[in-house]
């Protein structure tokens, strides 16, 4: 788990050093961080095969770039794609390329992958997905970043022993947080019956005051806990970068934290109905 949140991690910098014309998503969830066989439905808790995945959206070019990283797979892989559009934690059909995207790792239990793809080109989707959604890779496109945006599209890896996907996680806008603001890695009492403050951290193009729906999030050690209690009505500039950031605090026993835990999660969604998650490291205690 620590190595594959140092990679998420890595990922999530590239992320947010992306220019504003390009939408950055990463699979995470519904159920486990990053692409795990608990996201699979049914899930597949005999495998121990974890991954994470990055997904770019150039809306300017409508080039997409994917890039993911994968080990422990039960056996070698024979499929790697993008399935859409359904909310989580349900099953759909494969939008891009069949049976895995180019020059994707076959046959092999880790590796990694990354790969630019022109959305505007039908040789980057599956013909199925294009003639159920306008008959045109325009249309397809717009179908797809649509479903990617609203958090109804799940990377996929199938292996030969899971034909139907090993490991799999559900694509969301990633976002910066600060757990116990000013906490390298914020140390969070499991008996505690107080609340831990948790901000959204702004970037230049993204107003987290703003753009975050607050009745939406959920945080805990799988983000999907209920544990909000409130959110500061103002922003507060909590890393001195001058932006608004937005502060929640959450119910520390409904956040479900046992002792052991090493990374926190926050799921939610943006007032547009776009798909968030965040997660920092932690320290449980005592």
């Not at 159920?31 to 439905?41: H, K, Q």
């Not at 056996?75 to 069949?98: D, E, K, R, S």
């Not at 140390?187 to 901000?199: D, E, H, L």
Request: with cysteine; glycine share 12%.
């Amino acid at each position: 788990m620590k190595q594959m949140g140092c990679v998420l991690a890595l990922l999530v910098m590239v992320a947010v050093s992306s220019p504003a014309a390009t939408l950055t998503f990463v699979a995470t969830g519904p159920v486990a961080p990053g692409l795990s066989p608990l996201n699979e439905n049914p899930a597949h808790p005999e495998s121990h095969g974890t991954g994470t995945a990055l997904i770019t959206w150039d809306t300017v070019t409508n080039m997409m770039t994917v890039n993911a990283v994968f080990s422990g797979l039960t056996t070698g892989t024979t499929a790697a794609h993008i399935h859409c559009c359904t909310n989580p934690p349900g099953n759909a059909g494969v939008a891009t390329t069949v049976p895995f995207f180019p020059g994707f790792p076959i046959g092999v239990t880790s590796g990694t992958y990354s790969r630019n793809l022109d959305m505007l080109s039908l040789s980057s989707y599956n013909p199925a997905f294009v003639a159920a959604n306008g008959g045109t890779a325009a249309s397809a496109a717009a179908v797809l970043l649509a479903g990617i945006q609203r958090g109804q599209a799940y990377f996929n890896i199938h292996t030969t022993m899971f034909g139907g996907g090993e490991i799999r996680g559900f694509l969301a806008v990633p976002v910066d947080l600060s757990i116990k603001p000013g906490s390298e890695t914020p140390p969070i009492n499991t008996r505690s019956r107080g609340r831990i403050p948790v901000a959204i951290l702004s970037t230049s193009s993204f107003n987290a005051v703003t753009a975050v729906d607050t009745t939406s999030l959920t945080f805990g050690p799988t983000g999907t806990e209920h544990s909000l209690g409130f959110c500061n009505a103002g922003g507060e500039d909590v890393n001195g970068d001058g932006l608004p950031d937005l502060v929640c605090h959450f119910e520390t026993e409904s956040t479900g934290f046992k002792s052991g835990d090493t990374l926190a999660i926050l799921m939610g969604k943006t007032i547009l109905g776009a798909v968030l998650v965040g997660q920092q490291a932690i320290v449980t205690v005592p």
